[in-house]
């Protein structure tokens, strides 16, 4: 086994249990919006956190390179509210908990002091995908190093990039997010990584919110194209979604050998470069990387620098045993915990939901292509497949409802209203 695979599996599969009671983690990314149309009042983000600060409820946990408090977390909960890349974007990043109304409970108290502050300011936080007045606002992001040179690092899509790259390097800076955690075991992960994979393309047709006025895209999730077709995405197998189902562990083992290394830190500070393939990385005598004022510089890869990689897939294991469902948009703030619902519902149900997956003929129709499923999923027309396509999401839909009733912890309740909806009409958009 060669070095970098060796790596991988420490840092991804040896520290998943054998057994695990299932938790939930959720993020929320908002943006904070000027309610008469005009561009996010950063003196207004920053001084929302300043306010937050203050009170006795939370600790200031890291400010930015003016001072400003930029990631506060709650000394009872130690849920964290943060800026998700620039000023213009809230994250509420939650503490695992056993039930969804938990977080529920949590986050409607962040709401009920965010909202009436921003109020008074002429802001609210608002649930859409892609931030209103992304063309107007300020995108460059906070000022730390980490998103500094996230930053930059998209730019090099300008010369380093892909041919199919799209021009709004600074992306991450206005695009919004639901994304929820769940455990996973050494014996399930795969399990639950090959069937949500299939399910993309639902999750498309329920939660799409994303569509973009900025570009000639023909889809309701625009936050698709605007990560698969960026410096994330310059190797294909870093980002989205998987186009086959992995056998095993070792199956598993090769796809990720084939993602990227970009980033990597020297003495506190921070270096990146144009992607290198996990499998290549280690094997680099030296590696030709920016410093965040623009100067060139060559750094020798260590081991250590594994720490920091990241893949993008909308199925990620993550390092901490869980995998964390990355595809979602930024609902309506009143639908916020819909989309938690349906995956927590489906992988309490998994056994289920692959005896689902196994017998339908959309996949056939559309030659098991998993992305193009999703891709065509989240148009806005969705033609003579529509009627299929809302039988399929009502069945999956369905599925998910059954596996929280299983559970027991009334969760159901957040998918009905929905479903009734479903029941009714064909058309949901």
Excluded at 80 to 88: K, M, P, Q, R, T
Excluded at 376 to 385: M, N, V
Aim: aromatic share 14%.
């Amino acid at each position: 086994m060669s070095q970098a695979r060796q790596l991988l599996k420490q840092l991804y599969i040896d520290n998943l249990k054998t057994d695990s009671k299932l938790y939930v983690g959720v993020e929320f990314e908002f943006p904070i919006v000027n309610m008469v149309g005009r561009s996010t009042d950063v003196h207004v983000s920053k001084g929302l956190f300043d306010y937050l600060g203050n009170l006795c409820d939370f600790d200031i946990i890291q400010y930015d390179q003016e001072g400003h408090a930029i990631d506060l977390r709650h000394k009872t909960y130690q849920d964290h509210l943060v800026f998700e890349v620039s000023y213009n974007l809230i994250e509420f990043a939650f503490d695992c908990t056993e039930t969804i109304q938990e977080i529920e409970q949590r986050f409607d108290y962040y709401l009920g002091l965010i909202q009436p502050w921003l109020s008074q300011h002429g802001h609210m936080v608002q649930g859409f995908g892609i931030h209103p007045s992304w063309s107007r606002n300020d995108n460059g992001p906070v000022k730390i190093e980490r998103y500094e040179m996230l930053i930059d690092y998209l730019k090099l899509s300008e010369t380093k990039g892909r041919a199919d790259c799209h021009h709004f390097p600074d992306y991450g800076g206005f695009i919004c997010g639901s994304q929820v955690q769940l455990d996973v075991t050494v014996d399930n992960y795969l399990r639950a990584i090959n069937a949500f994979n299939k399910v993309e393309a639902v999750k498309a047709y329920l939660f799409a919110n994303s569509p973009f006025n900025g570009a000639d895209w023909d889809t309701l999730i625009a936050r698709d194209i605007f990560w698969e077709q960026s410096m994330h995405g310059y190797h294909e197998e870093n980002i989205g979604i998987f186009p086959k189902d992995f056998k095993d562990t070792q199956d598993f083992l090769d796809w990720m050998e084939q993602t990227s290394i970009y980033t990597a830190e020297r003495k506190g500070h921070s270096y990146y470069f144009p992607p290198i393939r996990v499998k290549d990385y280690l094997s680099q005598e030296t590696i030709a990387a920016y410093a965040l004022d623009g100067t060139h510089t060559t750094i020798i890869p260590e081991t250590a620098d594994f720490k920091d990689h990241r893949a993008y897939h909308y199925q990620d294991l993550t390092k901490r045993g869980t995998i964390e469902f990355r595809s979602t948009c930024a609902q309506p703030i009143d639908k916020s915990f819909l989309p938690i619902a349906f995956h927590l519902g489906l992988m309490a149900n998994l056994e289920k939901l692959e005896s689902l997956l196994e017998t339908e003929p959309l996949f056939e129709a559309f030659n098991h292509d998993y992305k193009a499923m999703r891709r065509y999923f989240s148009k806005p027309d969705l033609g003579h497949h529509l009627e299929a396509i809302h039988q399929f999401s009502r069945l999956v839909l369905e599925c998910a409802l059954d596996g929280l009733l299983k559970r027991g912890y009334g969760e159901e309740v957040y998918l009905k209203e929905l479903i009734e909806t479903m029941e009714s009409s064909v058309r949901l958009r």
